[in-house]
Nanobody, 122 residues
Framework: QVQLVESGGGLVQAGGSLRLSCAAS????????MAWFRQAPGKEREFVAA???????YYADSVKGRFTISTDNAKNTVYLRMNSLKPEDTAVYYC????????????????WGKGTLVTVSS
């Protein structure tokens, strides 16, 4: 079955950078919107960034200019480069794949990874 496996999380100081990876198996990127979401303790899962089937990219206002989503189709992997990290970026980051038309609604994702924890210290 389809699997999404995130990696790259960790502890970083404010102002630092991380690159998250989401390796997909048994899934063809061209058939899905690929997105990153995050969930902080006690909060709902929120949209972070997406790359759509036609390769357009979208970002939440809170990360625009700091985060970059990209894909490597040869490796079937989607990345999230995170720069200028802030303590409020601390969360579990999830990779999602949507077969339908919506890319930013967590309730519309078809597949999820198990997440990777990002902790930003002040």
């Amino acid at each position: 079955q389809v699997q999404l496996v995130e990696s790259g999380g960790g502890l970083v100081q404010a102002g630092g950078s991380l690159r998250l990876s989401c390796a997909a198996s048994r899934l063809t990127f061209s058939n899905y919107h690929m997105a990153w979401f995050r969930q902080a303790p006690g909060k709902e899962r929120e949209f972070v960034a997406a790359v759509t089937r036609n390769r357009n990219t979208y970002y939440a206002d809170s990360v625009k200019g700091r985060f970059t989503i990209s894909t490597d189709n040869a490796k079937n992997t989607v990345y999230l480069r995170m720069n200028s990290l802030k303590p409020e970026d601390t969360a579990v980051y999830y990779c999602g794949a949507a077969a339908g038309p919506f890319y930013s609604d967590p309730n519309k994702m078809t597949y999820w990874g198990k997440g990777t924890l990002v902790t930003v210290s002040s």
